[in-house]
């Protein structure tokens, strides 16, 4: 705390405040437009350079003008150019708003585009990082769509001091990574789709309904309290203008996947639906077959509308409207090493390749009523349905190796694994916003329901693989059968219900002191299931005669029903009826637990503005905090039944101080204690087991752990969408939780509270710099590039004794997640010389370097996520405005994803992680993609 207030004093020492100028501000309105604000509209002090732009709230504000009298101009495209005389007076502001018309000749063709895309556009965006009064980068719809990022999780990654995993959809803020991060949408919570996340997939948002993406990396007490790498906001996308309607429908392949005999999951649709959920899993395992299906053709496709209107009535009042929805699929193949190794190797496919095809449905309707120019309301409301269909084969060399088998450890093992992940998500808010005089009240409430489904998984283990390989028509390979879930069908259930709010209420005293003093709460609940059906294979000299005809065997013909017929195999479930066998017969679910959390907070906080030149955002929040889950899983015996509890009352302070250099330049300074505490999934100790991984949770994470956050930051904006900023930042977390390879026979991966403290150092640099510029200061060629250096580290008990033992053989390591380097980079160049063509043509780039994935326990060695370069090429055709030729080809250097196990004698073994994909060693292949859009 001392060195907190010593560097507090420093700030606030250095730079000092001149007396001998003066200011002008106000907001410009659009008199066709009902008033509301007119943003980007030029405001220029006449005979000078000096001038500056209206923000997306219609705000400007000129600085450090010289006593005496001025004429200000205010121009914009297709507007009355008015010029209004001022006087300044030393150590005085004075408030100027104008009321901006459409000229006479450009009345009739005056379309809102200022309104509708104004939180969309590059330099919107970073009008409101320049006034914001927190840390807070973003990306809108506009730079989404020149990079050709598709969605959310692509969004955030393009943003200094993130990254994103290959392979998934997991998304690290500063080094931090899905335990660290909170995510909302119009500042409304969004619940997680995966039992193994605490976030919501961001690849689920598509870039249809996202009006544009921010991330906050500093506190403020309107946050939730769990908050250290930062909170992601999604802004849905809202219409405010004339009628319009687009259509889009695009096409592509994946270099990898075009020449591929694809396969998916039987029972599922090509629009990525499964309609077995109202029947009983033993009745799908009965009438149901194993074996994958031959898919279509492997050409992606995406086609979608949106269309938008307003409506105005004679009290002045507006409605609008905004619909959208799309549809894509894609195809990958992938084809790598499966490998399973700890302090030995457990299991080792040399040769294995997975399928997978994905679907992604959104619809989004968002309903805009404006009362007057004080009150408004807004409804919206968002369907997501999310799918992965992937059908893995392993070992199908004939080489796979396991320590455990039976006939042969060397060769012959294999594995086929048939897996559909459906998530269907249902987000509906209502938000408010009123003003009277000096109060500002603004509100939102929301339900989230998510349905996350894994249904119907069959996973089958073969002995002698290679003789289904070979031309000997006398030998054949046999099923596996170590225990009778070695060949089984899986289902998994995940429910869960979520009511938030939030209200903020402004009231400003005087121009340079504002009060917010607010509310926001959630309450949530998870429901979790699932059940086995493990074929237990009777007949232990049966030889499979087609390994891809599994339908053959597991049928009823072949069923066991008494002991003295001919079948082959029986069904066996681990958790039976009370009053049936465990043999041939429904069970009941194998693991289930629930989950409550309830969190109510108020907050206040003050924004004190010291002259013309300091902010001071002081703030406090009080949160009441209360987690329950309740668990019944089999994998801990007599200790599987229990129920854990964790009630908290925290106290938040945090300060948030910008100092305005000049006009274009901030220095800001943030410092916060916050809070980090547990998810369900990282308590409730159900194990779910991949091939050749398992990940669970662990009971004794209940609690919370203390956060201190300290950031420092310098931003220029030099120019039209032109940025430099650099900025130092440091976090402390005691008790921090890690995800650990626990050293026991399993191999199992779960969430460990591993030491006293954990420190984070870090760097971060980013400029946006146009190199060519037309007349109108538009961009013709730029560059964007920024970088992120950190250092983490965090000292190691020696060992933990509790529901799972534990000891590391070092004292310190580094962070799970983070990258000590990270860099994102892109060129754009667009001519502007072609009178109906407008083409606009990007290369991105992006690189994080190795980090650790997981842990190593004992005398188990870090699991390592190799670095990963990625390269995109985007080329948009703008013909006549209305038409676009979009050309893509992404991931051009097609790097190899690997995963690595260290190890003292060995070095670096390959091995797949919880975190990724099936296969490590593999390339993603090249997706080359077409588009046509066609605006009316």
């Known amino acids: 705390m001392k060195q907190f207030i010593l560097l507090l004093l420093l700030f606030t020492t250095v730079f000092g405040y001149a007396q001998n100028t003066g200011s002008v501000k106000g907001k410009l309105t659009d008199k066709e437009y009902n008033n509301e604000p007119l ?8 005979g000078t350079t000096k001038g500056t732009t209206s923000d997306f709230d219609g705000l400007y504000q000129l600085l450090d003008l010289e006593i005496g009298e001025y004429t200000l101009v205010f121009s914009f495209v297709g507007y009355e150019t008015q010029e209004i005389k001022v006087t300044i007076s030393a150590g005085k502001t004075v408030e100027l708003n104008v009321e901006m018309g459409a000229s006479a000749a450009a009345l009739d063709a005056v379309i809102l585009a200022p309104v509708t895309t104004k939180r969309e556009s590059e330099t919107a965006l970073l009008l409101e990082q320049k006034k914001a009064v927190e840390i807070k980068q973003s990306i809108g719809a506009q730079e989404l769509s020149r990079k050709g990022v598709s969605d959310a999780a692509g969004a955030v990654a393009k943003i200094s001091g993130v990254s994103k995993q290959e392979g998934s959809s997991n998304v690290y803020v500063r080094g931090l990574g899905d335990r660290y991060l909170n995510t909302s949408m119009n500042g409304l919570s969004l619940p997680s789709n995966d039992v193994n996340k605490k976030n919501i997939d961001l690849n689920l948002f598509s870039s249809d309904v996202i009006q544009n993406v921010s991330i906050s990396k500093a506190y403020s007490a309107k946050f939730y309290g769990d908050f250290a790498a930062g909170n992601v906001d999604i802004t849905s996308k809202e219409h405010k203008g004339s009628f319009f309607v687009d259509v889009v429908s695009g096409t592509g392949f994946n270099t990898n996947a075009i020449g591929e005999n694809f396969v998916r999951s039987e029972g599922t649709g090509y629009f990525g639906y499964y309609g077995r959920y109202a029947h009983n899993p033993f009745a799908v395992v009965l009438s149901h077959g194993v074996d994958p299906e031959a898919a279509s053709t492997p050409i992606n496709v995406s086609y979608g509308g949106s269309l938008g209107h307003s409506f105005k009535f004679e009290n002045g009042s507006k409605l609008s409207l905004f619909l959208t929805g799309s549809f894509e699929n894609g195809y990958e193949y992938r084809n790598g090493k499966n490998v399973d190794f700890t302090t030995v190797e457990k299991k080792a496919f040399e040769v294995s390749e997975e399928y997978e095809y994905s679907t992604t449905t959104t619809a989004m309707a968002n309903v805009n009523y404006r009362i007057d120019s004080d009150n408004s309301l807004i409804f919206n409301s968002v369907f997501i349905n999310s799918s992965s269909d992937e059908v893995g084969y392993y070992g199908i060399d004939g080489k796979g190796r396991n320590r455990d088998a039976i006939l042969d450890t060397d060769q012959g093992f294999y594995q086929q694994n048939i897996q559909f992940d459906q998530t269907r998500m249902f987000v509906n808010q209502l938000l408010g916003k009123h003003k009277s005089g000096k109060l500002e009240l603004d509100w939102g409430f929301g339900y989230n329901k998510v349905f996350s489904d894994q249904p119907d998984r069959k996973r089958f283990s073969v002995e002698n693989y290679q003789f289904a390989l070979d031309n000997d028509e006398t030998t054949f390979p046999t099923f596996y059968s170590n225990v009778v879930f070695d060949n089984q069908r899986y289902f998994q259930n995940i429910e869960d219900d979520e009511y ?30 699932n059940i086995r059906y493990g074929y237990d294979i009777v007949d232990g000299d049966y030889q499979i005669t087609d390994i891809n005809n599994l339908n ?5 013909e072949n069923l066991n029903i008494n002991d003295d017929s001919n079948g082959i195999y029986e069904l066996k479930v681990i958790n039976p009826y009370p009053t049936l066998s465990n043999t041939n017969r429904p069970g009941l679910f194998e693991n289930t637990y629930s989950g409550e959390l309830d969190v109510h907070a108020g907050y206040v906080d003050a924004e004190i503005k010291a002259g013309e030149k300091w902010l001071f955002v002081p703030g406090v929040r009080l949160e009441r905090f209360e987690q329950k889950i309740d668990y019944d899983v089999i994998n801990l015996g007599n200790n599987g039944v229990d129920s854990k509890s964790s009630e908290e009352t925290f106290v938040l302070p945090s300060l948030n101080i910008k100092y305005t250099l000049n006009e274009d330049q901030n220095l800001r300074f943030s410092a916060s204690k916050t809070v980090s505490t547990p998810e369900f999934k990282e308590i409730a100790p159900f194990v779910y087991e991949d091939v050749s991984t398992r990940i669970g ?15 420092f930051k310098y931003e220029w904006f030099f120019g039209k969408s032109e940025i430099f900023s650099a900025g130092v930042f440091t976090k402390q977390i005691d008790n921090p939780i890690n995800l650990v390879v626990v050293g026991d026979a399993t191999g199992t991966q779960r969430y460990v509270r591993t030491g006293n403290q954990a420190t984070i150092y870090g760097f971060e640099v980013e400029l946006r710099k146009n190199l060519l510029v037309d007349e109108d200061e538009n961009a013709n060629l730029s560059f964007g590039i920024n970088a992120t250096y950190m250092k983490t580290e965090q000292d190691l008990y020696e060992t933990i004794d509790g529901t799972f033992d534990l000891a590391f053989n070092r004292t310190e390591d580094e962070l ?6 990270l860099l994102n980079a892109d060129v754009s160049y667009s001519p502007t010389s072609f009178e109906n063509y407008k083409p606009v043509a990007n290369l991105v780039f992006s690189y994080f370097s190795d980090r650790i994935d997981a842990l190593g326990s004992g005398d188990l060695g870090n699991i390592i996520e190799k670095s990963v370069p990625t390269l995109d090429f985007i080329w948009k055709n703008t013909i006549k405005e209305n038409f676009e030729i979009n050309f893509s080809a992404k991931n051009l250097l097609n790097p190899t994803i690997q995963y690595v196990r260290e190890d003292q004698n060995l070095g670096d073994v390959l091995v797949v992680s919880a975190n990724g994909k099936g296969v490590t060693d593999y390339k993603r292949g090249m997706n080359i993609g077409l588009q046509l859009k066609y605006k009316f």
């Open 39 to 46: 943003a980007f509209a030029n405001v220029l002090v006449k």
């Open 500 to 529: 938030n709010g939030r209200l903020n209420l402004a009231y400003e005293v005087k121009e340079n002191l504002k009060f917010n003093i607010g509310y926001n709460g959630r309450h949530k609940t998870r429901q979790f299931n």
């Open 552 to 556: 053959a065997v597991f049928n009823l």
């Open 697 to 711: 949770g662990n009971p004794d994470v209940l609690g919370y752990s203390d956060i201190l956050n300290i950031d």
């Open 816 to 821: 799970q997640g983070a990258s000590p380097f």
